[in-house]
């Protein structure tokens, strides 16, 4: 397999895990706490999933620092003692830590991205 072909797979799991997760919040944030803010700023996010998908390069960079700020946010509220969430709430954050640490490494450094986006911008696939 390409280089140029597993960018794609890895840009297109992060994007749409990525819109998945957001949508979920925005169902949250319709259900039980219904903020303009809160769900403008969520279809932001999808909006810049979906800028991703389409190669923006500085998208690509603004995801991973995104990820990587996640992931310490996620770290930091698991291990602080003080915070009480509910069941779903913790089970949000084991996965997003991960998933975070993973796409900001994956978004900075790998080749396959580099190469998937450089096809986009150049041959058009």
Do not use: C
């Not at 390409?2 to 997760?21: C, N």
């Not at 003080?82 to 994956?106: E, H, K, R």
């Amino acid at each position: 397999m390409d280089k140029a072909r597993v960018g794609k797979i890895i840009i297109i799991t992060i994007a749409t895990i990525s819109i998945v997760m957001n949508s979920l919040l925005l169902l949250f944030n319709i259900l039980f706490a219904f903020s303009f803010v809160g769900a403008v700023q969520i279809l932001v996010r999808v909006a810049f999933a979906i800028a991703l998908l389409r190669g923006v390069t500085w998208v690509r960079y603004l995801f991973a620092v995104g990820a990587a700020l996640g992931a310490l946010l996620s770290l930091f509220l698991l291990l602080t003692p003080d915070i009480n969430f509910p069941t779903w709430a913790t089970a949000f954050y084991l996965f997003m830590l991960p998933y975070s640490i993973i796409s900001s490494v994956l978004l900075f450094t790998s080749k396959s991205v580099t190469e998937y986006f450089y096809e986009l911008k150049h041959e058009g696939i």
